[in-house]
């Protein structure tokens, strides 16, 4: 008797506990994340330099920097001189070091002539999510 109660017990505990959605990758927003989009529109005739400063920037500041948490380049489709960022750093004083940066430093210096215009986008984070690769 005391294990037939136990398994009408345990088996719907069971399954009640699997349906229960697991946040893998998930990052509890914190008041001091910092997230933010750029929008970029870049000179047609300069865009494979653009790109190409680009890449070197993002890559660089996710390989040094701790405080960079994302760095994400795309462009609006049809429309490839239109470049959205989307940026995400750990606290105020990572984005306050990562644009001392020499290389932030330099990628500003290097593309100053091929951004045509830059709107920067405050926002506040609700969730964030990722995949591992």
Known sequence: MFAKRTIYFIVPLA???ASIPIQRGYSQVTEQRIVRIAELEIDPNHLTAYKAALKEEIETSIRVEPGVLALYAVS???HPNQIRLFESYSSQSAYTSHLQTAHFRKYKS?????????T???TDPILLGSKSK
Request: aromatic share 12%.
């Open 120 to 122: 920067l986008i405050e």
């Open 76 to 78: 609006v489709k049809d």
């Open 110 to 118: 290097e593309t100053q002539t091929m951004v045509k215009s830059l």
């Open 15 to 17: 399954f009640f506990a």
